[in-house]
């Protein structure tokens, strides 16, 4: 006859199994790494990257480690983008080797992605074009049309330097149409690029900035600087779009006075901590500008025209693509400058293709 045990007593006893199955079975950080090597090893790379995802939610001692793991694991699975952020996270704070080894990962996922900053921010990283001495590097690099002579660009017919000259004395020489940039065109502004990441992360890596929603409405913070807490950047209520310059000592965006919607071009000094109106433009500011790739200049479009200007915002042209081809230029969805600054490529949204511009001397 069945003995009936009184419920009581059949909860604990089920309570106290499911104790040891819980517990029992878990595992520690140190075992979950090797357990997510143990499946790289054997070419599981989803199993590796479930194991390293158990070990980054965990404490953080091994955070690094379950980083360069993941990011290679991610890398066999072609995503890409995941390894080259995994990777170039990895990077940072590392003994030398280590980081080398991250930032090198980080420069063949980024080429594989097709994201020349990206892949630029880890050139840097290793030590700029000297580091394209080693084959695998410049292999990589050389997608991005980084090469070691230099980045070239489509050759301007007039050979000059636009860093040397007034904004106001640039005009455009030629324009074009086309589906696909050809190599050459490693510095990459996007309106997709810029939305898509939680941390703008500058150049040289010792900084970054992200939006943050305080009382008074969304503001731009700056952190990551060693000893340093987080600061809020003037002027930068509501801001659209920033973008770091090359030298990563500024940073560029736009932003609303008041309330009254209307919109200015600000660019913020990191070494003041000052925010400077550059370009005031009302209703008609477009939402995405760029640096040249030399940071003396400001690429932006203003009531249907695009405009050329000094990063101190004296001096600026007004560049007439809209007459050259006979429609008003929209908002842009990616601007692109060959590694000279002579040419630049200019995607409106909504459109397929690129407006390829090469400029001249006035």
């Known amino acids: 006859m069945l ?23 878990a595992r520690s950080p140190e075992q979950l790494l090797e357990t997510a090597r ?69 420069l063949k996922a980024y080429a594989a992605s097709g994201d020349s900053q990206g892949g630029a921010l880890a050139l840097a990283a290793l030590g700029g074009v000297q580091a394209l001495s080693d084959p695998e590097l410049a292999a990589a690099a050389a997608k991005l049309g980084i090469q070691a002579t230099g980045t070239p660009g489509p050759a301007p017919k007039a050979v000059f330097d636009p860093s040397k000259l007034d904004a106001v004395g640039l ?20 309106i997709r690029e810029l939305r898509r990441r939680m941390r703008l992360v500058s150049p040289d ?14 503001w731009l913070f700056l952190g990551g600087e060693k000893g340093q807490a987080a600061r809020r950047i003037p002027l930068s209520r509501d801001a659209f779009q920033a973008n770091w310059s090359p030298d990563s000592k500024r940073l560029l965006f736009s932003a609303a006075l008041g309330d009254s919607g209307e919109r ?19 209703r008609k500011i477009g939402l995405l500008a760029a640096w040249t790739p030399d940071g003396g200049k400001i690429l932006f479009s203003f009531h249907g025209d695009l405009w050329l200007m000094n990063a101190n915002g004296i001096g600026r042209t007004m560049l007439n693509l809209a007459g050259r081809i006979g429609e008003p230029v929209r908002d842009a969805e990616e601007i692109d400058f060959s590694g000279d600054g002579r040419v ?19």
């Open 171 to 190: 005009a455009i020489a030629s324009v074009r149409k086309t589906a696909r940039l050809e190599d050459g065109f490693p510095v990459k502004t996007s």
């Open 344 to 362: 630049f490529a200019y995607r409106m949204k909504e459109s397929p293709e690129f407006y390829v511009v090469e400029l001249e001397a006035r």
């Open 264 to 282: 200015s071009l600000f660019v913020f000094d990191v070494a003041t901590s000052k925010s400077r109106r550059v370009f005031n433009g009302g």
């Open 3 to 25: 003995r009936r045990i009184p419920m009581r007593r059949f909860t604990a006893f089920w309570g106290a199994t499911a104790f040891v199955v819980v517990f029992g079975c």
């Open 38 to 106: 143990a499946a790289a090893a054997a070419g599981r790379a989803a199993d590796c990257v479930d194991a390293c995802d158990k070990v980054l939610a965990g404490p953080g001692r091994l955070r690094d480690d379950a980083l360069e793991v993941k990011a290679s694991a991610l890398f066999d699975l072609r995503r890409f983008e995941e390894a080259a952020r995994a990777a170039s996270e990895a990077a940072k704070d590392r003994s030398a080797d280590a980081a080398r080894r991250d930032w090198t990962l980080a």
């Open 205 to 218: 890596s010792t900084r970054f900035v992200w939006k943050d929603k305080v009382s008074s409405g969304d």
